[in-house]
């Protein structure tokens, strides 16, 4: 909850001080494909679009800050328990930009904010008894999920626009279902595809 707090705070704050010190800001776009991994074999395939706000030049030598705001759409399987989550989340981050030449190394941090997500699969009535057991379709409100992303930009510029391709990889450490057996943390890695304005 403290993060939640924190978190619009620090972006306004870099908002403000980007837009006072570099006067100016890129806007990037972003369409992106992940695959989910975990130490329990979750499996899932997903895509995201997001905007960001990135600093024109840098704050310090080769350093820039962005803010941005992303929806997530992602189906999760866990191959142990044949059940499956739809996840649908909204996420706001902030990041860190080193900038060389044509190679951008961002990271920083996110927080999932799902909504309109559902859990499809079976649920054991009684522990002791494993054949009572039911297939649910339920609305399924997870845990915000806090996280970490690293990623590693190629940028093609052109006359207009500077097109990106960013492998990435994030690493959530919420665990988004308190009652499952094993911890259901979101760890993706993604392809993304950004033009920049």
Do not use: C
Request: glycine fraction near 6%; proline fraction near 5%; avoid cysteine.
């Amino acid at each position: 909850m403290k993060l939640l707090l924190i978190l619009p705070l620090l972006i306004y704050s870099s908002f403000t001080f980007s837009q006072e010190k570099n006067k100016g800001l890129d806007i990037e776009y972003a369409l992106s494909l992940n695959a989910s991994f975990s130490e329990v074999k979750y499996q899932n395939l997903g895509s995201v679009a997001g905007v960001y706000a990135v600093t024109k030049q840098p704050m310090f030598s080769l350093l820039k800050v962005f803010v941005g705001f992303e929806y997530n759409h992602q189906r999760i399987e866990t191959l142990s328990r044949a059940n499956s989550y739809k996840l649908n989340a909204l996420t706001p981050l902030l990041g860190v930009r080193f900038a060389f030449n044509r190679i951008n190394l961002d990271a920083g941090a996110y927080l999932d904010t799902y909504f309109a997500s559902r859990f499809i699969g079976i649920h054991p009535e009684m522990t002791h008894f494993p054949s009572n057991q039911f297939v649910s379709n339920e609305v399924f409100n997870p845990s915000i999920s806090k996280g970490m992303f690293f990623g590693i930009g190629i940028k093609f510029p052109t006359e207009r626009y500077t097109f990106t391709i960013k492998p990435e990889v994030r690493f959530g450490f919420t665990n988004i279902e308190p009652s499952a057996p094993n911890d259901v943390t979101i760890k993706s890695s993604r392809l993304s595809f950004l033009v920049q304005f």
